[in-house]
């Protein structure tokens, strides 16, 4: 039982009105572990007032709790786990490539009703550095809203609208760096020693030359190494990331306490999940890699539990893009489990997707996924195909050879199919990072451009703009059915190509992530009542699932999974299996048609007198000869009989 189910308990029955009394249970209830956590990091000897100052924080922050958001707060803890529900369906957004700003999103709500999305993601909006800001995770401030998106009142007025409409928002929570032009990096450039210890600064190489010995690079072609000599300050500082990204200091509490109070002002503008960015990256110890070190588990955890006595309707996705089993631990071990963050990126799924296309064959994904352990009950997913990132190759080299493949070969052969490396190869993506003393490297581009659209348009070929269209379909409709929160790219659901104009920009040309940020073609969308098109025939096909998604319920998260090993490498079989109800997910990653044997889809329910229901056509098949045909690219939803 997790921390969340515990305030549950307690709450019952107490007067919702009554914010204070709670707020006091659930302050008693976290105190144990907010006390082990923090003097697990700070040594307790010389903490003491550290901690007696987060005592006294905590009250201060619940007092800047808007009351609306107190009773959300309630009522959320009442309905227990609000995110596994099958009416989640999310999509991400850069505010200014959707529709201009934060009014102009507003304005477009009608949009997202109409396509079934009741969760956004948008991409950072406070005021970062003019120039080069990695799309705003460079960050200048946790709350001020950037001029270019409008103003912090623009944003209460969505927020407020889209809790009166039920749908919830997701911000960044950039934890563990700022901009070098952030108030305390522009006072320790001016040489205020208490502000140097807020970031990891160093008078000479010494200590970075240690640290460089194990720390690999994060974008080795444009920002090599992860120190910057800063010529003001006369000192060099750790930037992991970019060389105008300091990293935060998190031995010294007082960086814990005030980006605290930082992540409480953020969600107290309506923010209901917080995206923990680059939260691996939170602690750095000499002598390792300064990744998933289980003292960055321990500050999760303890934003977690204080946030939580102070605004529990708000939960944590966790931005990490590392190792699968590194993934699952982001969910808390022993103690924390189930008390670290609830939502994790499935990135796993992700790659082996892509993998899966490349191939033609679902065996590394079955061999992958199959040596999961269960992710806790109270944690889920969010399900995507790709995001405003790279699309790394995420997969395990051991599970690779065992398949009897080069895992290197592998990779390079992933690389070239997806970025024009291979004559006959229908995607169009661009690399990215590629570093070719290792041959490391990852890709980028728009799902419709990485799956055959872009080519199919340019050869003017019917048959590869059909599959591309069905490739689409297909993966929107995994990452639907899979168990957590699906969450779409805006405009991948208008099958929006790569956008190449960020060639022409200085600040961005060096960074190919920006390919796959096209803005929203509203032209389009003006058009998708002609049904002929190949964009109209993709936001079909998606709001269909959508709106299947919403109206079944087995399709919540409850840990309800099953892979099925049909014997056929080109399919990928899962049940999402219930009480009475059950979807028996099955998808065809070939180019020619499959056949499933109905024998074991008889015996799970889904095949009655011959007949079986697919629940995205709603139609009744008939089976001939005992086996179920699936054509090239389609995916199957079939409904318990
Ligand atoms: C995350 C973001 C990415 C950004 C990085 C540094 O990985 O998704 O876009 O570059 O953090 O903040």
Redo the contacts with the bound molecule.
């Keep these: 039982m997790n921390q969340a189910a515990i305030h549950r308990l307690i709450s019952f029955g107490l007067d919702k009105k009554d914010p204070e009394l709670l707020f006091d249970k659930r302050f008693t209830a976290n105190l144990t572990l907010i006390k082990d956590l923090f003097f697990l990091l700070y040594d307790e000897a010389t903490h003491k007032k550290h901690f007696e100052r987060l005592l006294k924080l905590l009250p201060e922050l619940f007092a800047q709790r808007p009351e609306e958001l107190r009773l959300q707060d309630v009522e959320r803890i009442e309905a227990g786990n609000w995110y596994q529900s099958e009416k989640m369906v999310g999509m991400q957004l850069y505010v200014d490539h959707f529709n201009k700003d934060l009014k102009g999103v507003a304005n477009k709500l009608s949009y997202f009703k109409d396509l079934g999305i009741n969760f956004l993601h948008l991409m950072p909006i406070t005021t970062r550095p003019e120039g080069e800001n990695?799309?705003g995770?460079a960050v200048n401030s946790y709350h001020e809203i950037d001029k270019r998106y409008g103003t912090k009142k623009d944003l209460l007025a969505l927020t407020k609208t889209m809790r009166g409409e039920n749908m919830y928002l997701m911000l960044d929570f950039?934890a563990?760096?700022t901009s070098n032009e952030f108030s305390w990096a522009k006072k320790a450039r001016e040489g205020s020693k208490k502000y140097q210890e807020y970031y990891y600064t160093f008078s000479d190489r010494t200590i970075p030359d240690e640290f460089e010995k194990n720390l690999p690079e994060i974008f080795p072609e444009t920002a090599p190494g992860n120190f910057t000599y800063d010529p003001k300050m006369k000192k060099w500082v750790m930037t992991v990331?970019n060389p105008y990204?300091w990293d935060l200091n998190y031995t010294n509490p007082d960086v814990f306490l005030e980006m605290l109070t930082n992540l409480c002002k953020l969600v107290n503008m309506g923010v209901d999940i917080v995206r923990f960015?680059?939260l691996a990256f939170l602690w750095k110890k000499l002598g390792t890699i300064s990744q998933n070190l289980p003292e960055a588990h321990a500050v999760i955890a303890l934003f977690k539990m204080c946030l939580q006595v102070v605004a529990p309707g708000t939960i944590f996705l966790a931005?990490a893009?590392v190792a699968p089993h590194e993934i699952l631990k982001y969910f808390g071990e022993g103690p924390t489990k189930g008390n670290e963050c609830e939502v994790a990126y499935n990135a796993s799924l992700m790659a082996l997707l892509w993998n899966s296309i490349a191939t033609k064959k679902t065996n590394l994904l079955y061999k992958s996924l199959g040596n999961l352990p269960d992710k806790p009950r109270d944690c889920t997913w969010i399900n995507y195909i790709r995001c405003?990132?790279d699309i790394g190759l995420g997969l395990d080299d051991r599970f690779i050879a065992e398949l009897g493949w080069n895992p290197q070969g592998h990779r390079k052969f992933l690389l070239d199919y997806y970025c024009q490396g291979l004559e006959w190869s229908p995607a169009k993506g661009l690399l990215f990072m590629y570093n070719p003393k290792t041959g490391d490297g990852r890709i980028t581009g728009s799902a419709a451009s990485l799956l055959g659209l872009e080519k199919g348009l340019e050869e003017n070929d019917p048959e590869r703009i059909r599959t591309s269209i069905d490739k689409i379909i297909m993966l929107h409709g995994i990452v639907l059915s899979f168990g957590g929160m699906p969450l779409i790219y805006a405009g991948d659901e208008i099958a929006t190509l790569n956008d190449y104009s960020f060639l022409g920009d200085d600040a961005k040309k060096d960074d190919s992530r920006w390919v796959n940020r096209p803005t929203q073609n509203w032209n389009t969308v003006g058009q998708l009542d002609n049904k002929d098109l190949p964009q109209s025939k993709v936001y079909h096909g998606i709001k269909n699932l959508i709106s299947i998604r919403k109206r079944t319920a087995v399709l919540s998260d409850e840990n309800n999974l099953e892979l099925h090993h049909t014997g056929n490498q080109h399919i990928l079989a899962f049940e999402r299996n219930g009480n009475k109800q059950g979807v028996l997910v099955v998808c065809n990653f070939d180019e020619s048609p499959q056949v499933i044997n109905g024998g074991w889809v008889a015996k799970l329910g889904y095949l009655k007198e011959a007949c079986y229901h697919d629940m995205v056509t709603d139609k009744k098949y008939e089976v001939n000869s005992g086996f179920i045909e699936v054509k090239p690219y389609q995916i199957l939803w079939l409904k318990k009989l």
């Design positions: 990695d799309g995770y950039v563990n760096h990331f990204q960015d680059a931005e893009i405003h990132d």
